[in-house]
């Protein structure tokens, strides 16, 4: 398990952290969130050994994090960190090579990455010729190409193409299906919602809800349905509130321990129920509710 525990940073007077944690069992995809300046690169940094905490602790396996330890990591910083001037094969299996694989092996391995990424064709141009979001990839082979314990990733999706969110989310998922964590940063909502088991949502160096999506979505909160039947039959009823009405479209929250059949009942009487759906919120929706000032 990676372990995240209870980090405080301060930049001066700015509190960037104030007291984070959350843990990333192994195999899981973790989606990290909150709004700019949130605290996401900050904590991804002292994840990495790249910034000191002032207090708290980053722990891999039960073990605290040290040089030797992040070594075994594989990371995308917000900053890419590629070297322009250099071919995109020779820079990647270089980086292999500082991991200790041998020149054949880690030329192979990077080989191997480029094409799962879908940029071997550039492979012989350097870094500075390729599209951002070609570099992207090649940033991506460059974090997963010493087949790193645990993947920490700042913001790997930002400026792709639908194609290339695809490829780096399916290189993901296998990094996942492999046993690893796996932690990214996102502000793409929709696309943490698709693919992560847990998520923690993250406002002012604090961590204000955590957990899958459903754990987010609540057992407390109060039910909605969407309902398409005839007439202005939700006006009046007890302990259903209208939340909006578009047509013959109603969309109607029920008050703790209502039925939802009651609503159903009440519909059917008014005329045909063309449709009766729960309605769930939306990771979006979530967001808005906590990161709300
Ligand atoms: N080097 C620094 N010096 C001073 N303040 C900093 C520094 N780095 C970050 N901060 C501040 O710390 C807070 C957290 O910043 P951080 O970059 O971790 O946020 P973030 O969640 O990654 O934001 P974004 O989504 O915009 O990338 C912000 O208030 C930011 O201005």
New binding site residues.
């Given amino acids: 398990m990676l372990e995240i525990d209870s980090l405080r940073k301060r930049?001066?007077d700015?509190v960037?952290?104030d007291g984070l944690s959350f843990s990333v069992e192994p195999g899981r995809m973790y989606g990290f969130v909150?709004?700019?300046?949130?605290?996401?690169?900050?904590?991804?940094?002292i994840v990495l050994g790249v910034l000191a905490p002032d207090s708290g602790e980053v722990r891999w396996r039960g073990s605290r994090v040290d040089r030797d330890t992040v070594r075994r990591f594989g990371y995308m910083p917000?900053e890419r960190g590629l070297y322009p001037k250099m071919r995109v094969l020779d820079q990647v299996g270089y980086l292999a090579e500082l991991h200790g694989a041998s020149r054949r092996d880690a030329r192979a391995a990077a080989a191997r990455w480029l094409e799962e990424l879908g940029v071997s064709a550039r492979a012989g141009d350097r870094v500075e010729e390729l599209s951002l979001g070609n570099q992207q990839r090649v940033q991506l082979a460059a974090a997963l190409v010493h087949d790193p314990e645990v993947l920490v990733l700042?913001?790997p999706f930002s400026g792709l193409d639908p194609v290339g969110v695809d490829v780096l989310a399916e290189a993901l998922k296998g990094q996942a299906a492999a046993g690893k964590p796996v932690v990214f940063?996102s502000?793409q909502l929709d696309l943490v919602e698709r693919m992560c088991d847990a998520v923690g949502i993250?406002r002012d160096?604090r961590m204000v809800a955590a957990g899958t999506i459903e754990d987010l979505r609540g057992d407390g909160r109060p039910r909605r349905y969407r309902v398409e039947a005839t007439g202005g039959w939700a006006a009046d009823l007890a302990g259903v509130t209208v939340i909006e009405r578009r047509g013959d479209v109603v969309v109607a929250e029920l008050a703790h321990g209502v039925d939802e059949q009651l609503l159903l009942d009440a519909a059917r009487a008014a005329g045909p129920v063309r449709e009766f759906t729960p309605v769930k919120p939306s990771l979006t929706d979530l967001f808005r509710e906590v990161v709300a000032e």
């Fill in positions: 930049y001066g700015v960037a952290l909150g709004r700019n300046g949130a605290g996401k690169t900050t904590t991804m940094r917000e700042d913001e940063s502000h993250v160096g």
